[in-house]
């Protein structure tokens, strides 16, 4: 069914509240660009008009011309009637005031990461002990990499990824941040094609959704690439590896530090050895831990 356009000489603010009640008519997933849908629709409201994200609330004003809302209805129709992510119709994606290029090659940045790295990581990090060398493991975009990169800026950057295609939006993001010279990407599944070296700092977001799971994802999320949330039967494939391979590529003062969504329970269960540090974040979610080397080098995994 077409979607109906608000009334000519509509202002940005009349559509705005036209695309809230769409968005509820129509049960779209967010959590991908925004968790509310005032936030994604008046993002994806600006981004289309060419306005700037941090527009005062006197932007809802300006009316909107007959063109403007073709254009509209057509992002609009994208987004509500075809599931598209929002960050797959603008090709962009922010953490923080970092732009990232994404598109579907790419699962959509959004991690905790962004108030971890700056906020907590270097707590567990010797004061006296200058970050010489980390890693992002299943690096996707590239964009935590980057964050890394920004944090620790005498830091070389490993970035990991199996996906060629993914790789490819990586090495572009890189590029964009003027990074190249310090983030060095590899292809490979977590280290097996990365050269034996110690890292400060192995910090990962990996694929952790229960293969079966997969299934009941809403539509939003299903456009995202399978490989980039597929975490095998119980979701901690990838993750054990992960830690069986950062015995030996850790510096004996170094930290793992992973990001699991909903799997702190079964974390828990499966490496009861390792006593998981779970790091607090503002919504409470609490899904990031960080493991110290030794405590992962006297476990048995």
């Known amino acids: 069914m077409p979607l109906a356009l608000p009334s000519t000489g509509a202002t940005l603010g009349d559509w705005l509240g036209y695309a809230e009640k769409l968005y509820a008519q129509h049960k779209v997933a967010l959590g991908q660009v925004a968790v509310t849908a005032h936030?994604?629709?008046l993002y994806l409201l600006l981004h289309a008009l060419g306005l700037p994200l941090d527009s005062s609330a006197a932007v809802l004003r300006r009316k909107v011309t007959i063109t403007q809302a073709s254009k509209l209805v057509e992002l609009l129709?994208?987004?509500?009637?075809?599931?598209?992510?929002a960050a797959y119709l603008t090709r962009e994606a922010w953490l923080g005031e970092h732009r990232f290029y994404v598109d579907e090659r790419v699962i959509i940045p959004r991690s905790y990461f962004l108030e971890i790295i700056p906020e907590q990581l270097p707590h567990w990090l010797p004061a006296n002990q200058p970050v010489q060398r980390v890693v992002d493991v299943c690096t996707g975009s590239g964009c935590l990499a980057v964050l890394l990169a920004h944090q620790f800026p005498k830091a070389k950057v490993d970035a990991i990824e199996l996906s060629p295609e993914a790789l490819a939006v990586a090495r572009l993001n890189i590029a964009t941040h003027r990074l190249g010279s310090r983030i060095k990407l590899y292809q490979s599944d977590v280290f097996d094609a990365v050269p034996q070296r110690k890292y400060?700092?192995?910090?990962?977001n990996p694929p952790y959704v229960p293969t079966k799971e997969l299934r009941d994802l809403p539509v939003e999320f299903k456009n995202e690439p399978a490989m980039a949330l597929d975490g095998g039967k119980d979701g901690l494939a990838i993750i054990r590896k992960l830690l069986r391979q950062s015995r030996e590529r850790l510096q004996a003062h170094g930290v793992v530090v992973l990001e699991v969504g909903g799997l702190r329970a079964a974390m828990d269960r499966a490496f009861p050895a390792l006593d998981l540090h779970w790091l607090?974040?503002?919504?409470g979610e609490d899904c990031v831990c960080a493991i110290h080397a030794a405590r992962l080098r006297a476990a048995d995994l």
């Open 200 to 204: 400060d700092i192995i910090l990962s």
């Open 39 to 41: 936030d994604e629709a």
């Open 77 to 85: 129709r994208r987004r509500l009637e075809d599931h598209v992510p």
């Open 280 to 283: 607090h974040t503002e919504d």
